[in-house]
């Protein structure tokens, strides 16, 4: 049984910066993706980032620039660094994990385990 818990979450002003964190316990996942995702009030839950275990990083292109996606070398701590924060980046975000080798973050649905989620506010 896989369980994702982010933190890190909070208020900034704009122009700030925050670095999230999701801890992975349970089942190890090897071979898999694992991704940021944001959901703001009234709108679709989009893909931020996502790493697989091996291969190229994705970005939805609000995200580049200003957002790193990284993890632990033991791929049990995914983290998001984000700078320049803007109102438009509130949201709450969730980590999520995908039994895929390449991330399709444009493809939620393919990401079978998900964190509760950590609140971001930028004003």
């Known amino acids: 049984h896989v369980q994702l818990v982010e933190s890190g979450g909070g208020s900034v002003q704009p122009g700030g910066s925050l670095t999230l964190s999701c801890v992975l316990s349970?089942?190890?996942?090897?071979?898999?993706?694992m991704a940021w995702f944001r959901q703001s009030s009234g709108k679709e839950r989009e893909g931020v980032a996502g790493?697989?275990?091996?291969?190229?990083?994705s970005y939805a292109e609000f995200a580049k620039g200003r957002f790193t996606i990284s993890r632990d070398g033991a791929k049990t701590t995914l983290y998001l660094q984000m700078n320049n924060l803007q109102p438009d980046d509130t949201a709450m975000y969730f980590c999520a994990a995908a039994r895929t080798t390449y991330c399709f973050i444009d493809l939620p649905s393919t990401f079978t385990s998900w964190g509760q989620g950590t609140q971001v506010t930028v004003s």
């Open positions: 349970g089942l190890p996942i090897t071979n898999a993706c």
């Open positions: 790493i697989p275990s091996a291969g190229q990083i």
